[in-house]
């Protein structure tokens, strides 16, 4: 029962390169969510998808693309690295049941990638 | 935007105190969740709260949720060692959701 995975767990990279960090999660839940955590800053959304082909903006997208060709699946590619996006960077996942007002599922987190741009 | 701050942004305390953290929003909020975080690790859902007024409790940890639903605040009972890690509040919808900065808690033997 592998859960919610990622992979690589640590990257080391450089300015300007293309990154992809993977996302995995095994219970077939619709939404997938992509954070990042900086100190001071809690966690920030990145993007989120409510299901597979279906993608949107969080709070932080620039500079990060993310697709949701299968339901099991959620990468997040930075294009041109940059100094910036250091961080640890969290993929979570939530079913999508309608629950009673206000009341949502919870979300499991992956391990977190720690990801340095050198 | 909505806004969520979490106060303190440390606590140290000795084994056996108790221990308190508080999510405050300028706006109403819909619901509150509160996840721990150990160190090196990732985070873990606790509760969540969506009524006001909202009170539960998990063993020695106690949640509630403000009557305007604009706050929350999370309750530790004699802390243990096992409690040391970051407490994180988050509230909103899919499309939105808001984390807390957290409070990281030192609990010294």
């Known amino acids: 029962d592998a859960g919610i995975t990622q992979s690589p767990r640590y990257k080391i990279t450089e300015t300007g390169r293309q990154v992809t960090l993977m996302c995995h999660q095994t219970w077939s839940h619709s939404y997938m969510f992509w954070y990042r955590q900086d100190l001071g800053h809690g966690l920030r959304l990145i993007y989120y998808?409510?299901?597979?082909?279906?993608?949107d903006k969080g709070e932080v997208p620039d500079g990060y693309v993310v697709s949701r060709s299968k339901t099991e699946n959620f990468p997040l590619t930075l294009e041109s690295a940059t100094r910036s996006q250091t961080s640890v960077y969290f993929c979570a996942s939530s079913e999508s049941r309608v629950l009673s007002s206000g009341r949502r599922n919870e979300q499991f987190f992956g391990p977190g990638t720690r990801l340095t741009v050198l | 935007g909505q806004q969520v701050m979490q106060i303190p942004q440390y606590q140290h305390v000795q084994e056996g105190e108790d221990f308190t953290t508080y999510c405050n929003s300028s706006t109403t909020l819909s619901n509150i969740q509160w996840y721990k975080q150990r160190p090196g690790g990732h985070p873990v859902f606790l509760i969540q709260l969506v009524k006001s007024g909202e009170v539960k409790k998990q063993k020695r940890l106690t949640f509630q949720f403000g009557e305007a639903k604009k706050n929350s605040s999370l309750h530790i009972t004699a802390t243990q060692t096992t409690d040391v890690g970051t407490y994180f509040c988050?509230?909103?919808?899919?499309?939105?959701?808001?984390f807390g900065a957290g409070t990281r808690l030192a609990v010294h033997p």
């Open positions: 988050e509230s909103g919808g899919y499309n939105k959701l808001i």
């Open positions: 998808s409510a299901a597979a082909d279906i993608t």
